[in-house]
């Protein structure tokens, strides 16, 4: 499958502290986008890390890239009640053209 | 900008009948793809056009699914006839290229009784 996988499926933390969450994917890719979704609403592109990148930084967030690993991970610091969403990676590579192949997603619940 | 615009953002229908989503996309993007979203099955890809020609419909779950493109400011997604298990949240979606990211519609949500 080309599709990238998040870990963990869930995640509850408490306002004020960061969360984490990976991505784990199989084939090459050229870049790697994050996502969020909140209920009943559609996707929100967050970053677009590119597969010669190993970090990027916007905001709160904080993604990181390991091809070697075919991983990625999402940092939020500081979280917020209103970052509580469900979050989901993306793949993208040449042999799929424009294409992108979406994870199940990390359901996050930040508790206030 | 007003982003994607899909519609309707809900529709329920009997099992049977034609069922057309609708989307506009942003203006000057180039890229149009229709992804459908289900408990079971997550973010699925049905279809997807590069200048209003689609490109890969690879994902598109049977011949009862079609999708049109015929301007650069309107697609349709059609179902005919439609079954229960096509019950889901459609979303439209569009971009410039594969280094920048997509935007979203807001979805249609469907439910086929």
């Known amino acids: 499958s080309q599709q990238g996988e998040e870990d963990p499926q869930a995640l509850s933390i408490q306002e004020g502290e960061n969360a984490t969450m990976n991505c784990s994917y199989k084939t090459s890719i050229n870049n790697l986008q994050w996502y969020r979704q909140n209920s009943g609403r559609g996707l929100v592109h967050l970053i677009l890390i590119r597969s010669n990148e190993r970090e990027k930084h916007s905001g709160r967030l904080r993604v990181t890239l390991d091809t070697s690993k075919k991983s990625s991970s999402l940092l939020i610091t500081a979280s917020r009640a209103a970052d509580t969403a469900s979050y989901f990676c993306a793949t993208g590579s040449t042999s799929t053209g424009n294409q992108f192949y979406f994870g199940t997603g990390t359901s996050l619940t930040v508790i206030p | 900008d007003a982003g994607v615009i899909q519609s309707p953002r809900h529709e329920v229908t009997e099992m049977g009948q034609e069922v057309t989503l609708r989307c506009k996309p942003i203006s000057g993007h180039d890229y149009l793809f229709w992804y459908r979203q289900t408990m079971m099955r997550g973010l699925e890809l049905l279809i997807y056009f590069n200048n209003n020609v689609p490109i890969d419909d690879s994902g598109m779950p049977e011949d009862r699914f079609s999708a049109k493109m015929p301007n650069a400011s309107f697609s349709t997604l059609k179902i005919q006839p439609s079954e229960p298990r096509d019950s889901a949240v459609y979303f439209c979606?569009?971009?410039?290229?594969?280094?920048?990211?997509?935007?979203f519609g807001s979805g249609t949500r469907l439910t086929v009784v």
């Open positions: 979606a569009s971009g410039r290229d594969r280094d920048y990211g997509y935007t």
